[in-house]
């Protein structure tokens, strides 16, 4: 294997100290503000496992939170996203159905809790935890309410370009994309398999998620969808942060959609109107019956939409 990490500007080595955290402690509450609260917290003792085979050496896990990718190989083992911290044993009993080699390094899309809230079990684990420089910035200070993270939990590897990992065959590429869900967002190629990861930039359930208080903002997820459509072919498996595989079509769709939307914000904020008109005007209504879990995402893109559009972002 070559053990080397290629980046086209930077891999930076960040401080690695252990925490004196409990291993079974949850992760960092890192979501923003905009983000509804829970109904109850999950009863991640209840939570199964699922893996599904992607291609020859990828594969997919479905648990409580963000989907994870694993490429598995002589190698050893690479992951995307870690979900919570109650459900590490259970994800690396899942994996080692997969492989008998160990989790080497596992790469964060973005910051939020149901994707990075098992960084610290990994790291003390010896797995080696990577992601953009954004990314660890908002673990080390998250926004309030949130909690720093404990040192471990802290990406090791951080980058700002392009990173290629060579790793039992593939050429995995982490290709950030600025400012779009998060300030720290990365989707992940695996060409081999024709496979694209985007974290949550790109989800395929409910409408787009603007975390202005995390740095996101809709030119920039606007930027990101036409950026994942360019790159991928017309056979691609796009998987988002959370729902259903698409292709490149579904994505295009999804970013025609928060176009039209958006306009019709604008338009009616052009006209004076306040956050609650616009929201009360429902300018999502054409599409809702298309969008899975709109009821519950409609009003808040509307509001984040808002914000951005009467702030000049």
């Known amino acids: ?6 980046s086209s500007i930077h891999a ?9 955290a409990s ?48 490429l598995a190989g002589p190698d050893g083992v690479l992951m995307v996203d870690s979900q919570f ?30 994707h990075t809230g098992g960084n610290e079990n990994l790291a003390k684990m010896g797995v080696t935890i990577v992601a953009r420089d954004e990314l660890r910035a908002r673990l080390a200070a998250p926004p309030s309410p949130g909690r720093p993270a404990p040192a471990a939990a802290l990406p090791m ?24 869900h998060t300030d ?13 990861m985007t974290g949550d930039f790109y989800r395929s359930v409910g409408y787009p998620n603007i975390d202005r208080a995390n740095g996101g903002s809709l030119k ?42 958006r306009d019709r914000v604008a338009a009616l904020v052009s006209q004076g109107k306040t956050q609650e008109q616009v929201v009360a005007a429902k300018p999502t209504s ?5 969008v899975p879990q709109a009821a519950q995402t409609s009003d808040r893109f509307v509001g984040q939409l808002y914000a951005e559009i009467k702030g000049g972002r």
């Open 1 to 6: 294997m070559t053990k080397s990490v290629r």
């Open 23 to 70: 291993i079974g402690a949850q992760g960092p509450a890192a979501q923003a503000p905009a983000q509804p609260p829970a109904a109850a917290a999950p009863d991640f003792s209840k939570v199964e496992i699922k893996a599904t085979k992607i291609g020859a050496n990828f594969y997919t896990l479905e648990g409580q939170g963000g989907a994870i990718g694993v």
């Open 220 to 261: 920039g997820m606007l930027e990101g969808f036409t950026a994942l459509i360019n790159l991928a072919g017309p056979g691609t498996k796009i998987i988002p942060g959370h729902g259903a595989v698409v292709d490149k079509g579904g994505v295009a769709a999804h970013r025609d959609m928060a176009m039209a939307i």
């Open 286 to 290: 054409e599409y809702d019956a298309r």
């Open 184 to 196: 720290g967002d990365t989707m992940v190629r695996f060409p081999g398999v024709d496979v694209i």
């Open 12 to 20: 930076v080595l960040a401080a690695f100290a252990l925490a004196t």
């Open 157 to 180: 590897i951080t980058f700002r370009g392009p990173v290629t990992f060579h790793m039992n065959g593939e050429d995995v590429q982490l290709i950030p994309v600025p400012v779009a």
């Open 85 to 114: 911290a109650p459900l590490t044993d259970k994800i690396v009993a899942a994996i080692k159905q997969l492989s008998d080699r160990p989790i080497r390094f596992m790469i964060n899309t973005h910051v939020h809790g149901d």
